[in-house]
């Protein structure tokens, strides 16, 4: 039996979120309505009501898609190791961004939702994107100060460069991004 949403219900799906991150653009989540949700996508509440709850679920398939791919990313590079195997996921990361920039830089924003963010964070401390030195830190909290400094420092970076055009390159900033974050 095939459960693939029909085209009608993609399509549905889709205008609902790009509805929702364009007034995201301006306000948060908690300050839109499904009226005002639905008049931008031109659907009707009783359509809203027959894929969705509440605009927190949209938002919450979206921050779960893209923290799932995230996941996928790591997973085909799980075999590599060393620095370069950190720039090919980090540049693979960019290439996500850019392609999904308008989705990524609201989930990343002020008007994005916290809780993703520290998601995110988990999500990165967990699979130890970040790596430093041996074992020459004085003590466990002095290395976590170090890796939520790094982890913090490498989300504004890509705040600031999503924020300015992403003028630079993605191999520059995934340069930036590894040395910021490895340590040998």
């Known amino acids: 039996m095939d459960t693939k949403p029909s085209r009608k ?3 549905t799906r889709k205008v609902l979120r ?5 007034l995201m653009q ?3 989540v908690s300050a839109i309505s499904i009226k005002e949700l639905c008049a931008l996508a031109d659907i009707n509440r009783s359509t809203f009501y027959a894929h969705y709850r509440s605009p927190y679920e949209i ?4 921050e779960d898609a893209a923290l799932e791919t995230l996941e996928q990313m790591q997973r085909r590079n799980v075999l590599l190791t060393g620095k370069n195997a950190l720039f090919q996921l980090i540049e693979e990361a960019l290439q996500f961004i850019i392609d999904n920039r308008n989705w990524i830089q609201v989930l990343l924003s002020e ?3 916290i809780q993703f963010q520290r998601k995110l964070f988990s999500f990165i401390r967990q699979k130890e994107f970040i790596k430093f030195k041996g074992n020459e830190w004085a003590d466990e909290l002095t290395k976590e100060y170090y890796l939520i400094y790094a982890l913090n420092g490498s989300i504004a970076l890509i705040q600031y460069w999503m924020k300015s055009g992403m003028d630079t390159p993605k191999e520059k900033m995934a340069d930036m991004l590894v040395k ?3 340590q040998e």
């Open 111 to 113: 008007q994005g939702d």
């Open 59 to 62: 938002l919450q398939e979206v």
């Open 18 to 22: 790009e509805s929702l991150i364009e």
């Open 180 to 182: 910021l974050n490895w």
């Open 26 to 28: 301006l306000r948060p």
């Open 9 to 11: 219900v993609r399509y």
